[in-house]
């Protein structure tokens, strides 16, 4: 496989291009330099893979510096996002120009390709809103969603909400109609929580790394809402193996859109669940503060994974407990790095 994969050394993109790498694949890392940290996720592919993790340094704004990424290669791996609510609430344009116009850019480079790559553009849970339509209770550390024991499926209807969610949801509805419209064999992935080593954790995104990273460093940490919000977790190893299964099963998922996380058996409260397994690896915890929950924070959100399983075999293999011990461990490896972000 040649595979290009846009936001290349962010999080994401490092850990599936290492995966690809060590199978023997090609690799165009394509990034902006915009998250910042993000060149030590290159210098750490480099050192790994020398010359085979070949950079190119560009922004899916531009249409052809994106074509030119592309040329000859069989699957797109469309990573490259602005990933804050907060930040899309600050600069709409900025967040519509990168997420919307710039998926657009991606699928537009694809459809002219002489053979489309496949295109796997991954989304976010923030399609579905704020779930008002679905009944939530509280209970004593988290909320539980009530009638849906399997979480929330790729039936339930969309309700953007935030710039961020209108961006996002603009774009995942472009990837999904560019297939039924002009054959481009694409998949999307609505992703609730990933997390797992060489993410840049930080209050706006990547929250679990964030409170890890916190904790270690022996600051102050800010819950947002009472702590009690659910998630499910999945730990970016797992989410790698779906994306390979997804594109090597191209004819069966093209066109198609799957609701990706930990699903049911995955899912914590984001702080009065996380703090006990977080102080038994880390060791402490940081000091709390709260404050008020921010605009389109969903008190809970569950995948429904069912459609990747039966379709795809696949469900996740690392827990919570694993997957943050991991995490950390990774960072332990370069303490200092870690400690320094």
Request: with cysteine.
């Amino acid at each position: 496989m040649k595979a290009l994969i846009t936001g290349g050394i962010g999080f994401i993109g490092t850990n599936l291009a290492d995966r690809l790498l060590r199978e023997g694949n090609e690799v165009i890392l394509f990034d902006n330099f915009g998250r910042a940290g993000v060149e030590e996720n290159l210098r750490w592919l480099q050192r790994e893979h020398g010359e085979r993790a070949r950079f190119v340094q560009g922004d899916v704004r531009d249409l052809a510096a994106v074509e030119k990424a592309m040329t000859g290669v069989n699957a797109v791996f469309h990573l490259a996002a602005q990933v804050a609510v907060t930040t899309s609430v600050v600069n709409p344009q900025e967040d519509f120009s990168i997420n919307a116009q710039g998926t657009v850019n991606v699928l537009e480079a694809a459809r002219k390709q002489a053979r489309p790559p496949i295109v796997l553009y991954t989304s976010t849970n923030k399609v579905y809103g704020g779930l008002e339509h679905v009944s939530v209770v509280e209970r004593a550390t988290r909320y539980e969603l009530e009638g849906l024991p399997y979480g929330v499926s790729e039936t339930c209807p969309l309700d953007f909400h935030s710039p961020y969610g209108c961006s996002k949801g603009t774009a995942d509805q472009y990837v999904h109609d560019y297939h039924r419209i002009y054959g481009v064999p694409t998949i999307v992935f609505r992703m609730s929580c990933i997390y797992g080593p060489h993410q840049f954790g930080t209050e706006d995104q990547g929250w679990v790394a964030h409170f890890a990273l916190t904790a270690l460093k022996e600051r102050e940490l800010t819950i947002y809402g009472d702590g009690k919000q659910v998630r499910d977790l999945l730990y970016v190893e797992d989410l790698v193996k779906l994306m390979l299964r997804a594109c090597a099963k191209i004819d069966q998922t093209a066109g198609q859109v799957y609701n990706v996380g930990g699903g049911p058996e995955n899912t914590i409260s984001v702080w009065a669940e996380l703090r006990e397994p977080l102080q038994e690896i880390v060791g402490n915890l940081p000091k709390v503060t709260y404050d008020v929950a921010r605009p389109g924070d969903q008190k809970i959100y569950v995948s429904d994974i069912r459609k990747a399983k039966e379709q795809l075999g696949w469900a996740p293999r690392v827990g919570i407990f694993e997957g943050l011990g991991l995490m950390v461990k990774a960072w332990g490896a370069d303490r200092k790095r870690a400690l320094a972000r």
